[in-house]
């Protein structure tokens, strides 16, 4: 069986790569995505709700989120970071240590909908590992989870309640979410072709 | 505040045991600390607790009495969810007569995943590293090495003082008989410290010079001039003959005292593995004085860099390059 890669945004960049956002379709994407939040919790639900970012880039993608919402709603959601690396399925498969991250969760979990946030939705397996570590920190009541890109090849029955942008993708490209300013000047999302078939 | 950036970690393990520091490179030394860091962070979390080596099976086999190296490894393979069994010299077959070998061959039958062990014989862990498929963790073996002491060491200097390479390392005390202080001095030196033993003669024979240290006799001569000073424990139980005249003689000679701690640098490091001799290697107050003592924050490091060791050479039985070869069959 092969071992088939994780949502990694962090997999290297190739030279063909095609821009498939730009910054403003990501800052359109993410509002409409802010909105559509609002609208299946309610805007008093904002209190109770609780955008958990998935390292590396779910991180920020939570956080913008929660900076639209409280444009709107003006009450800020509660903000949490998720380390899942020791939980993947493939820990003992990959030629590479992981690197450990920061999970920090409001503390009420039990009280709060938890949104999961990630930049790239795969095959599912990262959320899998995501739903078993936030499991360990309470029973969230309720759990959404958001994508900015949605890129096919779920292996898992697990899909996005809010997706922002579906790209059509072969299973050995790479999909590559860069945030200003720690990946460059501007907002992009990024493909690049699988060097499988070259 | 923003986490860091995570950083991948470019050297790969390939040990199944981890038996000593002086076989490894300084790149290894560098990575363990890495990912011991990286456990570290676990350890802050409200869930202490992740599943990276669930189903895996570890003995902690210690046919040496220990407390603190045996909890804390315990605690490790707790947190990375690892079952764990204990067996002492008193409670194992050792006694009715059972080889070494032997009874780690049953421990293999019964398909142990990981074995710690601690034994009065140097080389004991590597005996059995040369002969079973288990990982080997060396938990001290007689006077020859006790790596993950002189990691979480490590681990402390480079934490609180940013850096290890360039700093002065004082080892005081019974370094004859201490594999505390050969592990340290094989890490210290692959990491670009310089070192300096102190100790009487019959405790810090000459001989050592040869590792690359400098000795002196007495505490005094470099109390001004250290970075860091790791005190060890006058080990009773290994001094069959008098190696030094009393302890009234080693205080004033090599005992850290409140008088002596006020010549100390004001960010020298005071370090001890412990179990410490209160009022002998070192005066009661000076132990507790948290502008020098590390003293706990070692037994805290030593908790991560022990879960970073044993996943990493539980990492190593994961076949990886059955995988890449795999990976590129299909690909």
Known sequence: ?198 | MKPDAPRPIPVTWRRKDLLGIQELSAEEITLLLDTARQFKEVGARDVKKVPALRGRTLVNFFVEPSTRTRTSFELAAMRLSADVVNISASSSSLVKGETLKDTALVLQANNVDIIVIRHGSAGAAQFLAERLDSSIINAGDGAHEHPTQALLDLFTIREKRGKIAGLHVAIVGDILFSRVARSNIWGLLKLGARVTLVGPSTLVPRVFERMGVRVVRRIDEILEEVDVINLLRIQHERQRRAYFPGLGEYVSLFGLTKERAHRLRSDCLIMHPGPINRGVEIDSDVADDPKHSVILDQVTNGLAVRMAALYLCDSHRGDHDAIQTNRRATA
């Open chain 1, 1 to 198: 069986m092969e071992a088939r890669p994780y949502d990694d945004a962090s997999a290297g960049t190739d030279a063909g790569r095609v821009q498939v956002m730009d910054a403003a379709e990501i800052g359109r994407t993410l509002r409409r995505m802010a909105d559509e939040i609002l609208e299946r919790n309610g805007a008093q639900g904002v209190k109770k709700l609780a955008l958990v970012g998935i390292h590396t880039r779910g991180v920020e993608v939570a956080r913008r989120l929660c900076d639209l919402i409280e444009q709107t709603a003006g009450m800020r959601p509660a903000f949490g970071v998720l380390d899942i690396s020791m939980h993947r399925d493939d820990l003992r498969r990959r030629a590479r240590l992981t690197s450990i991250q920061p999970t920090r969760l409001p503390v009420d979990l039990e009280s709060r909908t938890v949104v999961l946030t990630d930049d790239v939705f795969f095959t599912g397996r990262t959320v899998r590992a995501a739903l078993d570590a936030l499991g360990e920190y309470g029973r969230a009541p309720s759990i959404q989870l958001a994508a900015l890109v949605d890129r096919g090849h779920r292996e898992l029955p697990i899909r996005p309640d809010y997706t922002g942008r579906e790209v059509e993708t072969s299973p050995d490209d790479r999909v590559r979410v860069e945030f200003t300013p720690e990946d460059g000047d501007a907002d992009a999302v990024w493909l690049s072709r699988g060097d499988a078939r070259t």
